[in-house]
């Protein structure tokens, strides 16, 4: 399996494959052609499939049914991939809703996917059929029966989030979405886990936006192979089966108190009398690596000092441990509630101020 290798989100963004225990230096345009692959597999000829067994309905058979729950059933796992597309979708959509990026369009959209020679259902598309088909039928004081989607009736979502571009361009968020599917369907055992839009859009918009058009162009398959090799070290957090194992999150967070009880005994006890567990806040901190505590400049600006570490997951430890200790005073003074308050919105926005205090800890240990 050909991933990517992120020791700098910044700097030097290497294309290696690993084979075995050997890293062999591979051109970027393999990783993207076997990416383009993925697309043709996964996306295009099941779209085309779909769309030509729809017209038919050659797929409808006594075998094979959409009723049909045997796990091997085409139409099983058809319906399967929607449910995780419609997450996937609902996240993206949302991602970093405090800038416009990724409800801009990309300049460079997937002519593999835009082809008009393909007609197929894309995925656009198949979100678009598959939450028309979710409807609510109900009828009014007067006798008129209207059919109304679930969402707009219960005002779910505003009016602007589900927008998207006209034909023959992409937002940003539509690139991110196809990453996300891609890898579900290449990782069925974890497939696609709330969280993962968040550290994938970082490694998207760092590709989108390098100022070489050479980079820019190929952000997608870039992106994705980046992705795929972090989740390879991340994705034990995820999977909520090895929560309590010593590779699972649970160990991890209580890694976190750990080190503190180490660097600051006081700040330690003081959370520890006032039962503010470490899975309170560490939880999301370690799972997005900070991707929702910080502003994403500030985000790309942290992972680059982890991802240039040799023992990145220790040092994001450490950067745990020096949010905590750069905001000792206000926690040793507050009770439960301003403390609480404290740590699920940090206070301090300055990460060079945290990245030094990390540091200074780590070369103390």
């Known amino acids: 399996m050909l991933v990517l290798l992120v020791p700098l989100m910044l700097v030097s963004v290497k294309r290696l494959r690993f084979c075995s225990d050997v890293q062999v230096q591979i051109s970027p345009f393999v990783c993207r052609e076997v990416y383009a692959q993925f697309l043709r597999e996964m996306i295009i000829q099941p779209g085309i499939a779909k769309a030509n067994l729809g017209l038919s309905r050659a797929d409808v058979t006594l075998e094979d049914h959409p009723l049909n729950p045997n796990p091997d059933s085409r139409w099983n796992n058809y319906f399967k991939d929607n449910e995780i597309l419609l997450q996937i979708d609902k996240d993206v959509r949302r991602l970093y809703p405090d800038m416009a990026f990724f409800q801009r369009p990309t300049e460079y959209p997937c002519q593999l996917i835009l082809d008009p020679q393909n007609d197929y259902e894309t995925l656009r598309r198949r979100v678009e059929q598959t939450t028309l088909k979710a409807q609510t039928v109900h009828r009014n004081r007067s006798g008129v029966t209207n059919v109304s989607s679930p969402g707009k009736a219960l005002n779910l979502y505003p009016s602007n989030e589900y927008e998207v571009l006209p034909s023959g361009t992409e937002a940003h968020w539509e690139v991110v979405e196809r990453i996300l599917f891609i890898y579900a369907k290449l990782n069925p055992g974890i497939a696609y886990v709330q969280g993962m839009n968040e550290i994938v859009g970082p490694i998207y918009y760092t590709f989108a936006t390098d100022p ?154």
């Open 212 to 365: 070489s058009s050479q980079w820019k162009e190929h952000a997608e398959a870039d992106t994705f192979f980046c992705f795929t090799n972090l989740m390879s070290e991340n994705r034990d957090n995820f999977i909520k089966s090895l929560d309590d194992s010593q590779c699972g999150i649970t160990c991890k967070m209580e890694s976190v108190y750990a080190m503190l009880k180490d660097k600051d005994p006081q700040l330690f006890l003081k959370l520890e009398e006032q039962n503010i567990k470490p899975q309170y806040f560490t939880f999301r901190w370690l799972t997005l690596l900070l991707s929702q505590e910080f502003l994403l400049p500030d985000v790309i600006r942290i992972w680059d000092s982890l991802f240039s570490d040799q023992d990145r997951f220790h040092f994001l430890l450490l950067v745990c441990c020096a949010m905590l200790i750069l905001i000792r005073d206000s926690l040793l003074a507050g009770d439960f509630t301003a403390n609480m308050r404290l740590l699920q919105d940090y206070p301090i926005s300055d990460v060079h101020t945290i990245l030094t205090k990390a540091k200074e800890l780590q070369e103390n240990s």
